[in-house]
Nanobody, 125 residues
Framework: QVQLAESGGGLVRPGGSLRLSCAAS????????MGWYRQTPGEERELAAL???????NYAEFVKGRFTISRDNAKNTVYLQMNSLKPEDTAVYYC???????????????????WGQGTRVTVSP
């Protein structure tokens, strides 16, 4: 069973920075996209940033120019560098890892997403 371990959340003042990490273990399949989502109470979980297996990135408008997503394939880890943090960035941040699972020698497969447990980020004076 794939395990995701998130770290790096905490309390920071407006304008400050944090770096989130999400390490995947027990991986026996190819990792596809890796992403960071965030959720505030009463709201839907929303995508903040995504990085494909090829290194292409996609950012939500509200983080463009401030957040940078990266991945270390050798460590099965995805990072989110968050700069110029604002109070509205306060949320629980979740990482998501997409895995391709091959089921037979003919190459049949299915894709499955795994979620981290979430790490809280609070931006406050």
């Amino acid at each position: 069973q794939v395990q995701l371990a998130e770290s790096g959340g905490g309390l920071v003042r407006p304008g400050g920075s944090l770096r989130l990490s999400c390490a995947a273990s027990e991986i026996r399949s190819r990792i596809n996209d890796m992403g960071w989502y965030r959720q505030t109470p009463g709201e839907e979980r929303e995508l903040a940033a995504l990085i494909t297996s090829g290194g292409n990135t996609n950012y939500a408008e509200f983080v463009k120019g401030r957040f940078t997503i990266s991945r270390d394939n050798a460590k099965n880890t995805v990072y989110l560098q968050m700069n110029s943090l604002k109070p509205e960035d306060t949320a629980v941040y979740y990482c998501k890892v997409g895995v391709r699972i091959v089921v037979n020698r003919e190459g049949a497969y299915y894709d499955k997403d795994y979620w981290g447990q979430g790490t809280r980020v609070t931006v406050s004076p």
